[in-house]
T-cell receptor, first 114, second 108 residues
Framework: KAGVTQTPRYLIKTRGQQVTLSCSPI?????VSWYQQTPGQGLQFLFEYFSETQRNKGNFPGRFSGRQFSNSRSEMNVSTLELGDSALYLC?????????????FGEGSRLTVL | GQSLEQPSEVTAVEGAIVQINCTYQTSGFYGLSWYQQHDGGAPTFLSYNALDGLEETGRFSSFLSRSDSYGYLLLQELQMKDSASYFCAVRENDKIIFGKGTRLHILP
């Protein structure tokens, strides 16, 4: 069973640009969550999608957005990039019932903003 | 809002036992999870407690006290490969919120 796949793994952008990150969940998983990880800040929740609907959203500005497709694949977009957006963006999938609280993470997309 | 508190760093000796504590403040609490993350790697699920008590999985155990809003991860017979960051996370309704992580250093 393939794991969670995130693309691209690494990318470099400049301030003001936008970026789109992609996440393919484990087959059969309908929930996809996105997290931003920076040193010392742990994993900060961005948003969660289930069956193409955003169920929850964290405390991030509107520049951060996402969507989920009918095949459960998800994308997140960050517009007007700022230096502080440099981080590891992690995607996690689950069945959606979250009964056990178990999330399956991808390796992440490391974004550097210059 | 939600908050989770865990120590930023813990140091222990190979072969010993270490406990990583986590206190939380949330609404709509459903359960407490623990994740391990090695440098450069993805977080991996270790355990989940929905009810009070101790859950044991091999060398790792996790404890929850809902009345105290407190839990801990216990690692026994420490091995060098256990050097990693450990995150507690709470399930609040349909989302899972993570603490800032505890960096575990293991000395030979």
């Amino acid at each position: 069973k393939a794991g969670v796949t995130q693309t691209p793994r690494y990318l470099i952008k400049t301030r003001g640009q936008q970026v789109t990150l992609s996440c393919s969940p484990i087959s059969g998983h309908r929930s996809v969550s996105w997290y931003q990880q920076t040193p010392g800040q742990g994993l900060q929740f961005l948003f969660e999608y289930f069956s193409e609907t955003q169920r929850n959203k964290g405390n991030f500005p509107g520049r951060f957005s996402g969507r989920q497709f009918s095949n459960s694949r998800s994308e997140m977009n960050v517009s007007t990039l700022e230096l502080g957006d440099s981080a590891l963006y992690l995607c996690a999938s689950s069945t959606g019932g979250a009964v056990t609280g178990e999330l399956f993470f991808g390796e992440g997309s490391r974004l550097t903003v210059l | 809002g939600q908050s989770l508190e865990q120590p930023s760093e813990v140091t222990a000796v190979e072969g010993a036992i270490v406990q990583i504590n986590c206190t939380y403040q949330t609404s709509g609490f459903y359960g407490l999870s623990w994740y391990q993350q090695h440098d450069g790697g993805a977080p991996t699920f270790l355990s989940y407690n929905a009810l009070d008590g101790l859950e044991e999985t091999g060398r790792f155990s996790s404890f929850l006290s809902r009345s105290d809003s407190y839990g801990y991860l216990l690692l026994q017979e420490l091995q060098m490969k256990d050097s990693a960051s450990y995150f507690c996370a709470v399930r609040e309704n349909d989302k899972i919120i993570f603490g800032k992580g505890t960096r575990l250093h293991i000395l030979p």
